[in-house]
T-cell receptor, first 113, second 113 residues
């Protein structure tokens, strides 16, 4: 089983600050996805990155896929309380005609006023 | 329905009893995943179904756990002789099987007392 380590595990910041979450593995993935999960809900997909070196922006969120397709980062600019939640990366491994998703260890983000 | 549906939403069972958790994926999705999540933690992979391929059962923690997917649609996760360490939220997800993301249900919170 491929392992995905996220750091930091916990992050508590003030509104307006910037932050970066990292997702690292020793394995290569066909694509990497980021999800956000709120209490009592299932994770919700934020973005998929496919090409090594790819950068995607979603409003104040910037996602990057490492050149070797083993790691990724999520950067949030000017964090807001609504960004609070559990952030999960997931690596996709081509198998059986589809994509097996392995999830990272998670980063719990709390943004305070 | 429009999304992934899981039932029951909550289940309390006595140690040693068997439980069945149900997942109705999004119609047309060929891939179906089961994960387990402890409070505030990442998702632990359990099993992955992709079309007519043999399921990837590599994440099932013991032979007390089994899962079926009938007719390429509904899936049931069965836990026999439940133990207290089985207490967790069990999440089901489905996807089209390509590079796109997975859509999650709201989960079944299992408590073994």
């Amino acid at each position: 089983t491929q392992l995905l380590e996220q750091s930091p595990q916990f992050l508590s910041i003030q509104e307006g600050e910037n932050l970066t979450v990292y997702c690292n593995s020793s394995s290569v993935f066909s694509s990497l996805q980021w999800y956000r999960q709120e209490p009592g809900e299932g994770p919700v997909l934020l973005v998929t990155v496919v090409t090594g070196g790819e950068v995607k922006k979603l409003k104040r969120l910037t996602f990057q896929f490492g050149d070797a397709r083993k790691d990724s980062s999520l950067h949030i600019t000017a964090a807001q309380p609504g960004d609070t939640g559990l952030y999960l990366c997931a690596g996709a491994e081509l198998t059986g005609g589809g994509n097996k998703l392995t999830f990272g260890t998670g980063t719990q983000l709390k943004v305070e006023l | 329905g429009a999304g992934v549906s899981q039932s029951p939403s909550n289940k309390v069972t006595e140690k040693g009893k068997d439980v069945e958790l149900r997942c109705d994926p999004i119609s047309g999705h060929t891939a179906l995943y089961w994960y387990r999540q402890s409070l505030g933690q990442g998702l632990e992979f359990l099993i992955y179904f992709q079309g007519n391929s043999a399921p990837d059962k590599s994440g099932l923690p013991s032979d007390r756990f089994s899962a079926e997917r009938t007719g390429g649609s509904v899936s049931t996760l069965t836990i026999q002789r439940t133990q207290q360490e089985d207490s967790a939220v069990y999440l089901c997800a489905s996807s089209l099987g390509g590079a796109g993301g997975a859509f999650f249900g709201q989960g079944t919170r299992l408590t073994v007392v």
